[in-house]
């Protein structure tokens, strides 16, 4: 899927602004995060990572050599440069429950990851939609994937996990209205 630089700057604005249900697609894939700690932080620190990337998106020259990350929060970026140990331990948790979910698959890299951004780039299947709280250490991550059930999602299983998750299952498609009854119901 192609993004545009408009489709991105709708993406960041629903990372600001839970979206409204009437402008939800037919079906949105869900992504079942168990975290470590409290859900509203974690959900908080995962929007905290996507945001200035997808405002990169809208932005940046990805002709340079490397794109600007003085807005991606320290610790996102430390867990994404092998410095694990400068990482809190929420992070460095989600960086071997990413490496195990993926058998043994190396974590991303902070430009490699950044460079997924790219509008031109259509190795991303998807877009930000929402996260909904799901328990107290269960987190709903609701991405539009355009009705597909199998999308390259890595590089959001590696902010997930990097944000706090232990464990991510999916995606699996949802009528929108599964998430509009949750999103009522989040605080």
């Known amino acids: 899927m192609m993004h545009s630089r408009d489709s991105l700057a ?3 604005q629903r990372l600001q602004d839970r979206p409204s249900a009437e402008s939800a697609p037919p079906v949105l894939s869900l992504f079942v995060a168990q975290v470590s700690g409290d859900a509203a932080e974690y959900e908080q620190r995962l929007r905290s990572v996507l945001s200035p990337a997808v405002r990169l998106g ?15 929060p320290d610790w996102f970026a430390a867990v994404s440069s092998g410095n694990e140990e400068r990482a809190p331990q929420f992070a460095r948790a989600g960086h071997d429950a990413y490496v ?3 058998g043994g698959g ?3 890299e902070l430009q490699n990851w950044l460079y997924r951004f790219d509008p031109d780039e259509d190795s991303r299947g998807w877009e930000w939609w929402d996260a909904t709280q799901a328990g107290p250490s269960r987190v709903h991550i609701w991405v539009d994937s355009w009705g597909e059930s199998f ?9 997930a996990y990097a944000s706090g998750a232990v464990r991510i299952d999916g995606p699996v498609i949802q009528k929108s209205a599964v998430w509009a009854a949750e999103r009522g119901a989040t605080h």
């Open 10 to 12: 709708s993406e960041f």
């Open 106 to 108: 190396r974590p991303w």
């Open 100 to 102: 195990e979910h993926t």
């Open 58 to 72: 809208a932005t940046a020259d990805f002709e340079q050599e490397s794109l600007p990350a003085d807005d991606v």
């Open 151 to 159: 999308f390259g999602c890595q590089d959001l299983l590696w902010a």
